[in-house]
């Protein structure tokens, strides 16, 4: 039996709302701003077949390890992982892969928030008719002046920060609850209606194709499309445990899980095709980079029917997919300031909220003044920006070490009889889950690391 724990944070009002706040914390900037240029600049097709590879037999088994444990464990992620092998009578530094998760969610929301803060800039863009009848030249100045100027940049930055400070703040419970609800059926609405205007492009197979052909890719982009696949459903660092630990004994962790990668997903491909054929029809780089949504958007809001209302709408909600997304990344932070420090929610919020804000800095110059300052590390990456290095560092080595260990605590630390208690699933399920895990999942993370340092 688990020990008795008691929440201090309060629970889910039920399972749909569990399943909403996962899937708001899964779905963001990285299904619709970062999924599309990173298989962009990889080369499509190949890429985003591994990405899938990835979310089946790693994210998924990952995903319900990490409800599990915060389920079992009922505390934010350090306590958890504490309380766990503590109880699972197991060395207590396993405590150190809580820690790794904290840093690792600040380390990432400190570039998402200055991202999101593009977003939000862009609904006023749109809402004043700046895109109007727009070229690709012309949305691409318009791109480059803002992200140029750091003044812009670190307003929109703090904007986003007090936002999602104001709702940790209140507690991850009232408010997500509500407005994911409604809000996120409404983003995917959206979606759909650029995917049509994408249909009259006349360069949608083009897209389509550019997507699924499978293509060249190397061991980089092998380790790019796995992060990815951690990055898009929260995983690796906490946030989908802290969620975990919110969760009703009674309900299915397996089923969950699948709803919500497969939202995940959806949302993700849907952005590709949206995206994909308007760069196409416009002559534009597949491999643009950051910018890609941000220079491929506002062409399809510029010149169909209705676009202005439409692309309001569609910045708006990608702004708010990644305020819901950004309450995760700190939620694990603020929980353990409350649990161990005696602090109210409101001052760990400030005080979390505070230094992400302030590394945030680094990515806002890097666009800017910090442009030609650059950081290479021997067998990962060459000249990256300060931007380019935490992103790279953080999704693609920080959430899959801190994804092995989970699944290594889950499946070869604690007990089979703890895990088959707190799962309660079909047994043929639980089965190929410990399999997955035991097997299949470290051995991957593994080679895909190997492999994109080039040691095989
Ligand atoms: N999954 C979110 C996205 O795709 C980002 C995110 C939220 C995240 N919480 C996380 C990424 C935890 C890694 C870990 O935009």
Not at 364 to 390: C, G, M, R
Request: aromatic letters at 12%.
């Amino acid at each position: 039996m688990a020990e008795q724990r008691t929440l201090i944070h309060g629970q889910w009002s039920n399972r749909t709302v569990f399943i909403l706040a996962a899937t708001g914390s899964a779905v963001g900037l990285g299904n619709i701003w970062k999924f599309p240029y990173i298989a962009g600049e990889n080369g499509g097709g190949t890429f985003v077949l591994v990405y899938l590879l990835c979310i089946a037999l790693i994210g998924l088994p990952i995903m319900m390890a990490e409800i599990m444990l915060g389920r079992r464990g009922k505390q934010s992620p350090i306590n958890t992982m504490r309380a766990l092998s503590r109880e699972e009578h197991r060395n207590p530094n396993w405590v150190w892969l809580g820690w790794l998760g904290v840093v690792a969610g600040i380390l990432i929301l400190s570039y998402y928030s200055v991202i999101a803060g593009w977003a939000i800039s862009y609904v006023f863009r749109t809402a004043g008719g700046m895109f109007q009848g727009v070229t690709a030249d012309g949305v691409n100045s318009i791109f480059t002046d803002l992200v140029s100027d750091p003044e812009r940049l670190l307003a929109w930055h703090t904007v986003f920060m007090v936002m999602t400070m104001a709702v940790v703040a209140r507690g991850v419970k009232n408010g997500i609850e509500k407005a994911v609800t409604f809000l996120m059926p409404l983003l995917f609405g959206l979606l759909i209606i650029v995917v049509i205007y994408a249909m009259t492009t006349g360069h949608f197979m083009e897209g389509v194709r550019f997507l699924f052909t499978p293509g060249p890719i190397d061991g980089k982009g092998v380790l790019i499309a796995m992060g990815h696949a951690f990055f898009t459903l929260s995983l690796g660092m906490g946030a989908i445990m802290v969620y975990g630990s919110y969760m009703k004994k009674q309900h299915s962790i397996a089923q969950a899980s699948m709803l919500i990668a497969l939202a995940d997903t959806v949302v993700a491909l849907l952005a590709g095709m949206a995206i994909f054929p308007i760069v196409f029809a416009n002559g534009l780089e597949p491999g643009a980079g950051p910018g890609l949504i941000f220079q491929t958007l506002p062409i399809a809001f510029g010149h169909m029917q209705g676009g202005t209302l439409v692309g309001v709408l569609f910045f708006s909600l990608l702004v708010f997919a990644a305020w819901t997304s950004a309450i995760s990344l700190i939620e694990p932070a603020v929980a353990y300031l409350v649990e161990n420090k005696g602090m109210s929610r409101i001052h760990a919020a400030e005080w979390m909220g505070g230094i992400t804000w302030f590394i945030g800095l680094g990515t806002v110059f890097s666009f800017n003044i910090w442009k030609d300052k650059t950081l290479t590390i021997p067998y990962l990456f060459e000249n990256f920006t300060f931007f380019d290095s935490l992103d790279y560092l953080t999704a693609n080595i920080m959430l899959p070490i801190g994804g092995l260990f989970i699944a290594l605590f889950s499946v070869w630390i604690m007990r089979e009889q703890s895990t088959r208690d707190e799962l309660a699933t079909h047994p043929m399920l639980y089965n190929i889950w410990r399999f997955l895990l035991r097997f299949i999942t470290p051995v991957a993370v593994i080679v895909v690391f190997l492999k994109a340092v080039g040691a095989i």
